[in-house]
């Protein structure tokens, strides 16, 4: 893109600022899939319509967007959760008296869960099973690029539910989702009958729309947390992917755990902030930097709630 049609950079106040050494996890650390690095240490990204770069200079956090985008500061405020509302709620974890937990947090200063758009969260999950991140970046990309809207300079939004629905087979192989072209089409088609689906999943109780989300095809419990967290902003939810797997296991002695036992453990464990926690541990342990200082695991193995 010809920096002709960029802002200038300009300064991201928030509350809770983002070291240098923090971009490229809080960015490509497995919450969003469309963020790459650029040959300047920048990152450009698209989420929901908004596209924008990020950077840390000596000034600190810096933004900068396409000229003729009116929104695209507000956006990045509200993404990075500018007010510092998870800042406060970290204060509610139990990492005074959790040596592991403690270790994570401070080996990822300023770590925070990012405000995705529920459509583009799902999406990005239902490419996840049994993917690296990288590759699912590929297979985000793909669909973008050959089913969503442009939004000038090679960008484009993910596609539409209907997009996908309509999509045919050579598209869909050509996007390397595999079998997860089935989970996509048949999400696409049941949601192309629920227009309003992502304001009726936010008005469910959490529980409730853990549920709701596992109706969809592709959709298990740890793909519906993922979505709870990462695209409702429910930090309650506490996804169980094979890296948090490895961390409870290894740091708090929870070998043999099923990851729904797991899943109930960290809500349990982790409180109101669950999702803060797990993605410090998730972090932490796909970077080696996991502290190995044992906790005490419960003298009983906690049972999954049984559905209603």
Same mark, same amino acid.
């Given at each position: 893109?010809?920096?002709?049609?960029?802002?200038?950079?300009?300064?991201?106040?928030?509350?809770?600022?983002?070291?240098?050494?923090?971009?490229?996890?809080?960015?490509?650390?497995?919450?969003?899939?469309?963020?790459?690095?650029?040959?300047?240490?920048?990152?450009?990204?698209?989420?929901?319509?908004?596209?924008?770069?990020?950077?840390?200079?000596?000034?600190?956090?810096?933004?900068?967007?396409?000229?003729?985008?009116?929104?695209?500061?507000?956006?990045?405020? &509200?993404?990075?959760? +500018? #007010?510092?509302?998870? /800042?406060? !709620?970290? $204060?509610? @974890?139990?990492?005074?008296?959790?040596?592991?937990?403690?270790?994570?947090?401070?080996?990822?200063?300023?770590?925070?869960?990012?405000?995705?758009?529920?459509?583009?969260?799902?999406?990005?999950?239902?490419?996840?099973?049994?993917?690296?991140?990288?590759?699912?970046?590929?297979?985000?990309?793909?669909?973008?690029?050959?089913?969503?809207?442009?939004?000038?300079?090679?960008?484009?939004?993910?596609?539409?539910?209907?997009?996908?629905?309509?999509?045919?087979?050579?598209?869909?192989?050509?996007?390397?989702?595999?079998?997860?072209?089935?989970?996509?089409?048949?999400?696409?088609?049941?949601?192309?009958?629920?227009?309003?689906? &992502?304001?009726?999943? +936010? #008005?469910?109780?959490? /529980?409730? !729309?853990? $549920?709701? @989300?596992?109706?969809?095809?592709?959709?298990?419990?740890?793909?519906?947390?993922?979505?709870?967290?990462?695209?409702?902003?429910?930090?309650?939810?506490?996804?169980?992917?094979?890296?948090?797997?490895?961390?409870?296991?290894?740091?708090?002695?929870?070998?043999?755990?099923?990851?729904?036992?797991?899943?109930?453990?960290?809500?349990?464990?982790?409180?109101?902030?669950?999702?803060?926690?797990?993605?410090?541990?998730?972090?932490?342990?796909?970077?080696?930097?996991?502290?190995?200082?044992?906790?005490?695991?419960?003298?009983?193995?906690?049972?999954?709630?049984?559905?209603?």
């Amino acid at each position: 893109m010809a920096s002709a049609e960029w802002t200038p950079w300009r300064p991201l106040r928030l509350a809770e600022a983002i070291p240098a050494s923090m971009l490229a996890e809080q960015l490509d650390g497995g919450q969003s899939f469309r963020w790459t690095e650029s040959p300047d240490g920048s990152w450009v990204g698209v989420f929901g319509r908004t596209l924008a770069a990020l950077r840390v200079s000596a000034q600190g956090l810096e933004w900068r967007g396409p000229k003729q985008a009116a929104h695209t500061e507000a956006a990045l405020l &509200a993404y990075l959760d +500018a #007010a510092g509302t998870q /800042a406060r !709620l970290v $204060e509610s @974890l139990p990492w005074r008296s959790d040596p592991v937990l403690r270790a994570a947090r401070e080996a990822y200063p300023g770590l925070r869960i990012l405000r995705q758009d529920p459509h583009e969260a799902l999406i990005g999950f239902l490419c996840s099973s049994n993917k690296r991140i990288l590759q699912i970046r590929v297979m985000v990309a793909a669909l973008a690029t050959k089913l969503g809207e442009p939004l000038g300079e090679g960008f484009h939004a993910l596609p539409t539910w209907a997009a996908i629905a309509s999509a045919d087979d050579a598209t869909l192989r050509a996007c390397s989702l595999g079998y997860r072209a089935a989970y996509l089409r048949g999400t696409a088609k049941l949601l192309l009958a629920r227009p309003r689906w &992502a304001e009726e999943f +936010a #008005a469910l109780p959490t /529980a409730a !729309l853990l $549920e709701e @989300l596992q109706t969809l095809p592709g959709v298990g419990p740890k793909v519906a947390a993922c979505v709870a967290l990462f695209g409702f902003g429910r930090l309650e939810s506490f996804p169980v992917d094979t890296w948090v797997v490895q961390a409870l296991a290894d740091a708090y002695g929870l070998h043999g755990w099923k990851p729904a036992q797991l899943e109930q453990f960290g809500k349990a464990h982790f409180g109101e902030a669950a999702g803060l926690a797990q993605q410090y541990l998730f972090s932490a342990a796909r970077h080696g930097k996991l502290v190995r200082a044992e906790v005490r695991p419960p003298a009983k193995t906690p049972r999954p709630r049984r559905k209603r």
